[in-house]
């Protein structure tokens, strides 16, 4: 899909020579990257190239120097916001392994961000019954076990629900930027499926997806409009779907090859 050349809109998140660091590590060196509303984009890669980094400095964890680059996200500098203010303007990371949260309740959890999410938009609160059918909508549509709702978040959820319950979180969040970080490792195929079909289900002009996976498989189920291959911190390639398919074939080290006789 390349109806973008010719594209005159600003990106939504624009990154421009981005540098990370972990402590005295550079992990990042120098990435660029322009994603556009209404754009699914893959960021594959090995282990340790820097994937995690990038979808992680981008929601604002903490651990991360930035040390040179910028980020633009709907015109501002998104470095400088605070994590909440990030969720606030839509920004949204599905962890890699989601944590658990004792004590608060899963529903509760969801409630808060949401009514934050809307108190920001200058609208108002929904009522606990629409939050309670827009909920148990989410939860018939992830096949999700409607007891775990009233749980503490993910405590006693084996990989499968948690990765469901982070998706009815997207979906409840509707955010305008979803990160979504290894979101098949450990999944079963049934899993995979469900939160493909979320992923695909939340297509639209309005919003987009970074989707960063190890392995090609996810993207059997969603197509990627544009994939980047992370190599040692920097997008050594970058293609269309079938980008994924040749590198699931030729494995990493091909690529790690062809960037260096390039590089």
């Known amino acids: 899909m390349s109806h973008h050349n010719g594209d005159t809109r600003p990106p939504m998140l624009q990154i421009a020579n981005l540098h990370v660091a972990i402590g005295d590590v550079e992990i990042l060196k ?98 606990v019954r629409e939050f309670d059918r827009l909920l148990q909508d989410k939860v018939r549509t992830m096949e999700f076990d409607p007891e775990l709702i009233k749980r503490a978040v993910n405590e006693g959820f084996s990989g499968g629900e948690k990765k469901r319950n982070e998706t009815i979180q997207l979906l409840m969040l509707d955010p305008k930027l979803a990160l979504l970080d290894e979101t098949d490792s450990g999944l079963d195929i049934d899993a995979l499926r469900t939160v493909a079909s979320a992923v695909n289900t939340r297509r639209s002009s309005s919003n987009a997806t970074i989707l960063v996976t190890h392995y090609q498989r996810i993207l059997n189920y969603v197509t990627p409009d544009h994939v980047h291959i992370l190599i040692d911190g920097r997008l050594v390639m970058f293609g269309g779907p079938a980008l994924a398919l040749e590198v699931e074939a030729k494995g990493y080290d091909w690529l790690r090859q062809a960037a260096e006789t390039t590089g």
């Open 30 to 127: 120098g990435v660029d990257l322009a994603v556009r509303l209404g754009e699914v984009h893959a960021i594959m890669g090995p282990n340790g190239s820097g994937k995690s980094t990038l979808v992680n400095v981008l929601a604002g964890r903490p651990g991360y120097t930035v040390t040179q680059g910028e980020v633009l996200y709907e015109g501002m500098d998104l470095l400088r916001m605070l994590p909440e203010e990030r969720a606030r303007a839509g920004v949204f990371l599905a962890f890699q392994y989601p944590v658990e949260l004792p004590g608060v309740r899963n529903w509760q959890f969801i409630k808060t961000a949401v009514d934050s999410i809307r108190r920001h938009k200058g609208l108002k609160e929904l009522s």
